[in-house]
C-alpha cells in the first residue's frame, strides 16, 4: 500500500494530524468540537501530495475528540483509498493489554499501521502482527534530545555491545520481522543515526519525523534513510511534517497555505533523491 501510494503521488511525505485547537485559524481557534472540520480540510487539501496520514492520537484522546478520530479515519478512507494511515500511539504494555491496543488501532480506528513502543520486548509487539497486512513502526532512535538517555546507551549483556536502538534496529530487520510488517521510527533530527539504522536494517520502512517543526534536514534526511545496497535501493522513507503544515497560516486560507507548504516539503524531497 506504502509502495503504491509513494508511486501515485510522487511522495515520501507523511503529513502528520496533531490538532491542537489554540492553534486553529482564528475563526474556529480554541473550538475542540471543530478537529474533524480542521483536519479533513488538511486531508482533503494534501491527499494527492503523500505517501501517509499520521493521525497523533494524543491530539485527540486530550480533547475527548475519539468520536470525531473515528468520522476522520472515515473520511480519509473515502478520500484517499490508496493512502496508508499510521496511527501514532506509540503504545507498549504486556501482551493482554496489548491485545487491546492492537484491537483500537486496527478495529475500531481502522489504521494500516501503528507505532509502538518496543522497550517492553517482544510479547508486547506480538499480538499486533497477529493482524495480517498491517503494520507497527518500533521507536528507535527518537527525535527528540531526551532519546539519547536510553536509546544511545550501551547493551553489555548483547553480542558486541550494541547501543540500544541498534539492537532494536536489528530485531526488527530480523527475529522480530515474522511476517515484514515492522518498521522503525527514527528521528530526522540525528542523520547519522538514520544511516547507521539503514546499515542494521536495510529493506524495513522508516518512519522519519522531524523536519519542520523541529529543525531536521530534508535533504539529509533522504540521503540517510535511502540508500544503494548490493545494486538495489533500500526500503522506503515516510518523512513526516506536522506543524509546519498544519498550521502554515490561521486565516481561512489555511487549506491553501498547508497544501503550498505540503508541496514544498515533498518537491523538497522528491529533489534530494540520489
Ligand atoms: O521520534 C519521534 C516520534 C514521533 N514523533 C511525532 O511526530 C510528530 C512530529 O510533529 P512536528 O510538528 O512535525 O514536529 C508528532 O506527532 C510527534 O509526536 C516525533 O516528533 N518524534
Not at 37 to 60: G, H, W
Not at 78 to 89: E, G, H
Not at 141 to 152: C, E, H, I, K, M
Not at 157 to 181: I, K, M, T
Amino acid at each position: 500500500m506504502l509502495s503504491a501510494a509513494e508511486r501515485q503521488n510522487n511522495s515520501m511525505l507523511c503529513v502528520g494530524l496533531d490538532p491542537e485547537p489554540t492553534k486553529f485559524p482564528d475563526r474556529i481557534k480554541g473550538d475542540s468540537n471543530k478537529i474533524y472540520d480542521f483536519c479533513a480540510a488538511i486531508v482533503d487539501a494534501t491527499a494527492d501530495l503523500v505517501n501517509s496520514f499520521k493521525p497523533q492520537i494524543a491530539y485527540f484522546a486530550a480533547h475527548r475528540a475519539e468520536g470525531q478520530l473515528e468520522r476522520l479515519m472515515e473520511h480519509m478512507r473515502r478520500v484517499a483509498p490508496q493512502v496508508p494511515i499510521i496511527l501514532d500511539a506509540k503504545r507498549g504494555d504486556i501482551g493482554s493489554t496489548a491485545e487491546q491496543y492492537a484491537i483500537e488501532a486496527f478495529e475500531r480506528y481502522g489504521a494500516d499501521a501503528v507505532t509502538l513502543s518496543p522497550f517492553m520486548g517482544w510479547d508486547s509487539v506480538a499480538p499486533y502482527l497477529k493482524y495480517h497486512g498491517k503494520g507497527a513502526f518500533l521507536l528507535c532512535r527518537t527525535s527528540n534530545p531526551g532519546g539519547d538517555d536510553l536509546q544511545n546507551q550501551r547493551l553489555a549483556s548483547v553480542d558486541g555491545q550494541p547501543l540500544l536502538y541498534e539492537h532494536v534496529a536489528r530485531l526488527a530487520q530480523g527475529p522480530w520481522n515474522l511476517n515484514g510488517q515492522l518498521g522503525l521510527v527514527v528521528g530526522a533530527t540525528y542523520p547519522k543515526e538514520i544511516e547507521r539504522v539503514r546499515e542494521l536494517a536495510p529493506t524495513v520502512p522508516l518512519l522519519i519525523p522531524g523536519v519542520g517543526a523541529q529543525g531536521g534536514d530534508a535533504a539529509a534526511t533522504v540521503k540517510a534513510g535511502l540508500r544503494e545496497r548490493d545494486g538495489a535501493t533500500t526500503g522506503p522513507i515516510i518523512v513526516n511534517s506536522s506543524r509546519a503544515i498544519l498550521y502554515a497560516s490561521n486565516g481561512d486560507d489555511f487549506a491553501a497555505a498547508a497544501r503550498r507548504v505540503a508541496l514544498q516539503t515533498r518537491e523538497l524531497l522528491q529533489a534530494s533523491r540520489a
